[in-house]
């Protein structure tokens, strides 16, 4: 006579299903978050394939495009540049879209990744500002070292860097004499503008996203995952 299990057989088995589950369950997280990662740093070489054609063909990089209204991260600052798409060195989205090109972050959908660079800004929709530049915050003797410290690092371009022009900024930009031409990056998982204001205080004066003490790491699970172009001309990242 065959017998059935009993409650007692029942609910360990399903003890030892949901213990296995639960051993399971952070390595598939991990697991998909380290696919989505490499995804993220595939995109952002793509996107630094462009900004070398594009260097190519006009002997300078893009603007940056600082026109946000709230200037913050978690908005439209510092949108890939619209005349990668306009020029065709990335794809374009239709013309309703607040995006300019499908090179959606994958952690921060309905934005484009980020970019940033020593050279032009565009302050103001599409226009080119004549007296100002954009800036990078870098840590000294970068990228053999590295630090959020405010003092251990300085803005580029520096007068060293630039023609004065008659009013406060400069016209002539030279980006390839800064330790770092331009980064590249995604907000990364799980960013909170108060892990970059409070925790890390390297949001003031957007010191970011440089320093190495900002990158995804996959121990801590949050960071940005950068690419960038340095002074040699090859690019390093987080990748």
């Not at 619209?82 to 959908?109: C, F, G, I, W």
């Not at 900024?169 to 390839?176: N, V």
């Amino acid at each position: 006579m065959r017998r059935g299990f009993t409650l007692v057989e029942l609910l360990v088995v399903i003890s030892i299903i949901g213990l296995l589950i639960g051993i399971m369950l952070p390595s598939v997280s991990r697991a998909r978050e380290q696919a989505k990662v490499t995804v993220v740093n595939a995109e952002l070489r793509q996107i630094g394939i462009a900004l070398d054609m594009y260097f190519d063909d006009n002997r300078k990089f893009p603007p940056t495009q600082e026109d946000c209204a709230t200037g913050k991260l978690t908005d439209h600052l510092y949108q890939l540049p619209t005349v990668l798409v306009t020029s065709h060195y990335l794809p374009s989205m239709p013309k309703d879209q607040a995006m300019k090109t499908n090179m959606e972050d994958r952690y921060h959908l309905g934005h484009t990744y980020k970019y940033r660079s020593c050279g032009e800004v565009i302050v103001n929709r599409n226009i080119i500002a004549k007296y100002d530049s954009a800036q990078l915050w870098i840590p000294d003797n970068f990228p053999a070292s590295s630090t959020i410290d405010p003092n251990g690092g300085g803005w580029h371009p520096n007068e060293n860097e630039c023609e004065p022009t008659a009013g406060n900024g400069c016209q002539s930009l030279f980006p390839l004499v800064s330790p770092v031409s331009w980064v590249v990056f995604s907000l990364g998982p799980n960013f909170s503008q108060d892990w970059l204001n409070y925790e890390l205080g390297v949001n003031n004066y957007n010191r970011y996203p440089v320093p190495k003490e900002l990158w995804y790491t996959p121990k801590e699970r949050k960071g940005f995952i950068v690419r960038m172009r340095i002074k040699n001309g090859s690019q390093i990242g987080s990748f």
